[in-house]
Every structure is written in C-alpha cells, then in structure tokens.
C-alpha cells in the first residue's frame, strides 16, 4: 500500500502545491489522499539538515561539521518540531479564540509544508557562495524572502482552512507571534534587572 | 516536481563533498578535534592583577582574587593526574594576608611534591615576586617588571586641605590609635612608629619566606630588598629567578621537573563564559577596567605591592 502510493508520485503534489498553489494544498491536506501528515515531517528533517549545510558553507569549516552531520543534526530537526509544534498549537489555540473549529493536525500539516521554500536557501545561497558574490548579504536577503514565503504560505493555509480571508488568518497567524514577542521581552526585563540588581548589589 | 526534488537531493550532496574536501585541505592540527584531554599532565593557575581577597562581593559566590586563585589550588590538589603546576603571574602585589595565604597554599602543594614553575609575565613584582617564591623554579621574562621587595603602607594627609577650606573632623574614639592613619591630621611619631614596626614584622617574613623558596641566605637577599624594582635579565643575575623564557618555556620546565612527556596535557584554567561575562559586567558597573584603576583603591592597607 505504501509503497503502490510512493510509486504513484501523489506525494509530490504536496510539495508543488506549496509552492504553487497554497490553497490547493491546503485541499489537498483535507482529502488526506495520501494522508500527508508524516510525511510533512520529512521537510523539517531536510530543512534542519539543509540549514547545517548552508550555514557550513557560510562559516568557517571546521572538524565540527562532521559532528553537526550526525547529532547536531538530529537536535536541529527536534528543535525545528518543536518550534512547529508550539507555535501550531498557539496558531490553532488563537483561532478557536476567534470561533473557528480547531484542528492541531492539519495545522501541523500546513507549518510543515509551509517550510518548505526555506530549502531553496541552500541552491541559490551556494550560488553566490561559489562565485563568492555578497554571500553574507545574500544569506540574509534570501532568508528574508524565504521566510515571507513561508509566511504567505501558512496564513493562506489558515485562510482556506477556516474559510476566511486573508487579512482575518494574519491576524490568527501573527498574535501569537505578539504574544511570544512581549512575554520573551518581559522576561529578559525582568531578568535584566534581576541580574543588574544582584550583580551591583 | 520530482526532478525539483532530485535536484535539491543531488545539490545536498554536493554540498556536503564540497565541504568536507574543504576540511581535508587544512591542515591536521586546523581540524584538531577538542576532544577532552586526560593523564598525567601540567595544571595552569593565573594570578592576574592586584591580590587582595574580594571572594565574598562575586555574582553568585563566585570566588575572585585571592580567593579563586587558593579554589583553582585546591582544585588541582584534589587532582591526581596534575603532576605539575604553572603559576602564570602577571601581578603588581597586593595585600599582605591575601599574598600570604596564596604563598602558603603553593607551600602545601609543594610539599606534596606537586612541581611548581612560576611564569612572570609583564609585572611579577613585590607581593607578585612573593608568591612565585614559594615555587621549585622560576621564569621570566627579559623585560619582566619583578623584584620591589618591601612593604608599603600610605595614606594622603589631607590636613592643609581641610584647614583651607575650613573643615573639622569629629573623632570619638575608644583608643589614641583608633583614627591611625587618619587623612585629616598629621601622623604623630608614636603613630608612626607603630606602624613602622608592623612594616618591618611583615618585611621580615617576606624576606624570610623569599629565602625559604628559593633556598638562600636572607642575608643575600637584603641587599636587594630595597624596593628596586628590576628587569629579569637583572632578576637573574640576582638570582631571584632560575631562567629567562616564556610562558611556554616554564610549561616545558614544569614537564620535565615532573618526569613528564613533552606531549602531556596542559589542564588550562578555564572559567565558564557564564561566570567571565558576569565578573565582566561587575568588573565594568564598579569601575574595575584593570590593574590601573586599582592603584587608588589601596589607602589604609598594608601591602606587598609595586607602586607604580
């Protein structure tokens, strides 16, 4: 069954339609024809080892690449599930806040393939790096482009998942970024002044 | 959108070949892996800047000054794989009790037949000379900062200036002595003489001590126990150091007093970056940016210190 399904290629629309076609993804998701939701999580598994490999070739090589290819890299792929699956469940938690019928796996599905255009960062950053063009500034502009893809991806996820528009799923996109945003600044206040205090003390 | 796929597969490994061809290329010793050393081995301790004991004021109980530098001893005690030790100094002096309790300890490590080599860096003098004392060998610099053996004790006598401004001091005091070395009068002889004979007890140890370290006569130190400072070129010629060479030559001396391998591990003072960024930031909000700042911290104490 699974391998008749690896043959038939369907999986790969998953991957085109995040790219292309958001929305449709998102249809897709929702068919579950295949079901896409492990195999979603193969993209931060390559994600996490293609950010290994950029930042590699971005910095200075060291023998310490060859341990960040082994457990580093399986530490990266935890954190990067762990990061997805936080920030999912806040995303999911904001829009049944709003009325909307929670639904924390097919959300996972869509953050999941929502990181997908982040892997391209490493084609297009090997480029410049190779003909030594900028790289640093290139690694920085691409992440940017990248992560606004992935952006726009996610909040047109929301948007088709919900029913609702654009504008709408940003809003349930972005607060629980505010969120996370103003208790990691009252924490480094209030830790900042712990520690002025206790130092001078 | 398989061959998209292929294609980010392919360029994958590619990468990974490229930079591992990268790493092949250095050298074996650019690509050293850090791993964990162990086995016999030299332990290094510092002693950098003025000695005083401050152990108590350190963010989270952190010892500091004298204080870390006895911990870091103790540490190496405790350690049966150190077989030797290398002093790194690079020291002005400092208080009399701090600089004693450090001269003690590396007595006990001493006697414990734990090898000692003092390795002076810019300034290794008065009280930074005294411990380095208490090592089996001592090395240095050429252009080391090191001798001013003595003890010193000061105070601003400020009393002309009080008087210009019109300024009295209100002193209730339980003992004629209580207000020693007080700023806004002059030091009556009596005064003077007392702490005069405290300088000369203190002097006398250190010269006794320095004579115990480095196993000669006290009456051959005397004569160069003035408060000159000198040059370790000079040092040496005084024989108040066993050889003139770098840090790395007294790690190499300390290797072989110690019967050990050239290649043997150096076990390097290592403070957590969490407690060197904490000793930075208390270093920077009271004004301690190095050994300069301190020069004016020391009135009323009684020293074993380079003035310079």
């Known amino acids: ?201 | 959108m398989v061959a998209i796929l292929a294609l980010l597969a392919i360029i994958a490994v590619i990468a990974v070949v490229d930079i591992g061809l990268k790493i092949e290329k250095k050298t074996k010793s650019d690509i050293k892996m850090s791993l964990p050393e162990f086995g016999p081995g030299v332990g290094i301790v510092r002693v950098e800047g003025a000695i005083e004991m401050s152990g108590t004021g350190s963010p989270f109980g952190v010892p500091r000054g004298a204080e870390a530098v006895i911990k870091r001893l103790s540490e190496i005690e405790r350690d049966s794989s150190i077989k030797a030790v290398v002093l790194r100094i690079n020291s002005p002096g400092g208080t009399v009790a701090a600089t004693q309790e450090i001269y003690e300890k590396l007595w006990k490590l001493r006697k414990k037949n734990i090898i000692l080599v003092a390795s002076m860096g810019d300034v290794a003098a008065s009280g930074g000379y005294y411990i380095a004392s208490a090592c089996n060998f001592i090395v240095a610099n050429y252009g080391t900062i090191t001798g001013s053996i003595g003890v010193i004790a000061y105070s601003p006598n400020l009393k002309r200036l009080f008087d210009k401004f019109g300024i009295q001091m209100n002193v209730i005091k339980s003992g004629k002595y209580k207000d020693i070395l007080a700023t806004h009068r002059d030091m009556t002889p009596e005064e003077r003489s007392l702490l005069q004979e405290m300088i000369d007890l203190s002097y006398n140890k250190f010269i006794r001590d320095i004579a115990l370290g480095r196993n000669m006569n006290q009456e051959d130190i005397r004569p160069i126990a003035d408060g000159r400072v000198m040059n370790g070129e000079t040092a040496l010629k005084n024989k108040l150091i066993d050889q003139l060479g770098t840090f790395e030559d007294a790690i190499l001396k300390a290797k072989e007093l110690a019967a050990l391998d050239a290649d043997a591990p150096v076990y390097e003072q290592n403070d957590s970056p969490f407690q060197e960024i904490l000793g930075s930031i208390k270093n920077i909000f009271q004004g301690e940016m190095g050994l300069g700042s301190e020069l004016f911290h020391n009135t009323d104490k009684i020293e074993y210190r380079y003035m310079q």
């Open chain 1, 1 to 201: 069954m699974i391998l008749e399904t690896i043959k038939s290629l369907r999986w790969t629309d998953f991957f085109l339609y995040a790219i292309t076609d958001p929305r449709e993804l998102y249809r897709r998701i929702r068919q579950k024809d295949p079901d896409p939701f492990a195999l979603s999580f193969i993209i931060p598994a390559v994600a996490s080892l293609f950010d290994i490999l950029v930042l590699s070739l971005a910095g200075k090589e060291t023998g310490f690449f060859y341990y960040k290819m082994s457990y580093g890299w399986i530490l990266v792929f935890i954190y990067a599930v762990f990061k997805i699956v936080i920030y999912s469940s806040l995303v999911d938690v904001t829009a049944q806040f709003f009325g909307y019928k929670g639904n924390i796996r097919e959300m996972l599905t869509i953050a999941n393939f929502s990181i997908f255009p982040g892997i391209f960062l490493l084609p297009v950053f090997y480029l410049f790096a190779v003909i030594d063009f900028a790289p640093g500034f290139f690694y920085v502009f691409f992440s940017i482009l990248f992560f606004i893809w992935y952006v726009m991806i996610f909040v047109q996820g929301i948007s088709e998942m919900h029913s609702i528009d654009f504008g709408k799923s940003f809003v349930i996109f972005i607060l629980p970024a505010l969120f996370i945003g103003i208790v990691v600044f009252l924490i480094t206040v209030l830790l900042v002044i712990t520690g002025i205090g206790f130092i001078t003390a």
